[in-house]
């Protein structure tokens, strides 16, 4: 009996031994943990999951940096400034907000079979170009949907990429706003718009 036990403190210190050692690996020379399950994260970023870190591949201007996190941190890849425009159009934009003390989402408009959700919170979303101010809907009638909803990300900060498929979350605190840009697996596309504070990051 007591030579049983024994063989299983063994083995269970060889299996903490090895974790350490894949740990401290994975650490110091950067390299995958040896057990690992890999997670696409979009924009050609991945994460390599190991027992106790996680190993961040992200594509900086088509090169491949590593960042190595314990799981307990947060982190997401940087955006590469490939994706930047150096041509960004400079525009300037305010929320109405409305009465409404919900932060839940409602229908805004529907373009090109994408639907663009906005807060209660909000009554409406005003963009100001070098030649007048329009709102959201006008903005978005001028041009086509992506290239509208790129003008104004590209003035807010990239918050996070969410592990749906590649959703990305843009937000301004002294704008008070927050654009949830959807592209889930299954095919969603659609945009929520919502304060700084608004934090439903599913997209609908």
């Known amino acids: 009996m007591k030579k049983s036990i024994k063989i299983i403190l063994i083995i269970l210190s060889l299996i903490v031994f090895f974790i350490f050692i894949d740990t401290i690996q994975a650490i110091v020379l950067k390299n995958s943990p040896l057990i690992s399950l890999k997670e696409n994260l979009g924009e050609k970023n991945y994460i390599k999951k190991g027992l106790l870190v996680n190993v961040y591949y ?35 934009f305010y929320i109405e907000k409305s009465n409404e003390y919900r932060n839940t989402l409602k229908l805004y408009a529907v373009y090109d079979n994408r639907n663009i959700y906005m807060t ?43 592990k749906d498929g590649g959703s990305t979350i843009y937000k301004s605190k002294d704008k008070d706003l927050s654009i949830v840009v959807c592209n889930t697996i299954d095919g969603n596309h659609n945009i929520n718009i919502g304060n700084y504070e608004f934090d439903n990051y599913e997209c609908v």
């Open 58 to 92: 992200c594509n900086e201007n088509d090169t491949i940096t590593t960042s190595t996190h314990f799981k307990t941190e947060k982190f997401t890849c940087p955006l590469s400034t490939d994706d930047v425009s150096n041509d960004t159009e400079k525009i300037d």
């Open 120 to 162: 209660k919170k909000i009554k409406e979303l005003y963009i100001i170009t070098a030649n007048n101010k329009v709102t959201l809907k006008e903005f978005l009638s001028s041009d086509s949907l992506d290239n509208a909803i790129k003008k104004l990300t590209d003035n807010l900060e990239l918050y996070s990429i969410l």
